[in-house]
């Protein structure tokens, strides 16, 4: 199994991790945002992305469970995103997928924090965040071409389109699926 490793030799417990950004906060993901999660994660939310909404709170319960785990065997960091004082705006991660040299950045908003770039500051700090305490070689963000907003985020950084890919998501749908390398 392969986990992150750290720098400086420090080992840190991911499932308790809390970034303090300049809008927004980075806290690692719990059952604390079931009811949001649930009840944000639509079909509108999901149109660019593979995953599905959760047709039971059951199913979200269970994203969350493994995310812990994940997060306690230092393969992922996944955070809920909220605003400074406390409601929640979305998730975030950085996942190692089996691969913890070349982690896997992701995100999504509920559709009232779109248009505000709460993505952007998301992932720039959980990018630093990432770049101060995990070593690995880049961050790959794979997103639908057509999703233009979303595109912005690794451009914001830095990324580089990488590979291209089509990808068929859970319902069945083909995604238009551009990766970017975003550097160190």
């Known amino acids: 199994m392969?986990?992150?490793?750290?720098?400086?030799?420090?080992?840190?417990?991911l499932e308790h991790i809390s970034i303090s950004c300049d809008r927004i906060n980075l806290v690692s993901l719990s059952e604390a945002y079931l009811n949001d999660i649930y009840r944000e994660f639509t079909s509108e939310i999901t149109t660019y992305m593979t995953p599905e909404p959760a047709s039971h709170i059951d199913e979200t319960k269970t994203f969350i469970t493994a995310s812990i785990a994940n997060m306690q065997q230092k393969q992922e960091l996944v955070v809920a995103i909220t605003t400074p004082d406390g409601k929640f705006l979305g998730c975030a991660g950085f996942h190692g997928r089996?691969?913890?040299?070349?982690?896997?950045?992701?995100?999504?908003?509920?559709?009232s924090a779109h248009g505000k770039k709460y993505g952007q500051e998301a992932i720039r700090h959980l990018m630093n965040w990432a770049k101060d305490n995990i070593d690995f070689d880049y961050a790959i963000y794979p997103v639908d071409r057509a999703n233009i907003a979303?595109?912005?985020?690794?451009?914001?950084?830095?990324?580089?389109?990488?590979?291209?890919?089509?990808?068929?998501?859970?319902?069945?749908?083909?995604?238009?699926?551009?990766?970017?390398?975003?550097?160190?």
């Open 98 to 111: 089996g691969n913890c040299r070349t982690p896997e950045l992701g995100i999504w908003l509920k559709k």
């Open 150 to 184: 979303s595109r912005k985020i690794p451009e914001s950084l830095g990324g580089v389109l990488w590979k291209e890919n089509e990808l068929k998501t859970a319902s069945g749908k083909i995604l238009d699926e551009v990766i970017y390398k975003v550097p160190v």
């Open 2 to 13: 392969k986990t992150f490793t750290f720098k400086n030799d420090v080992d840190l417990a």
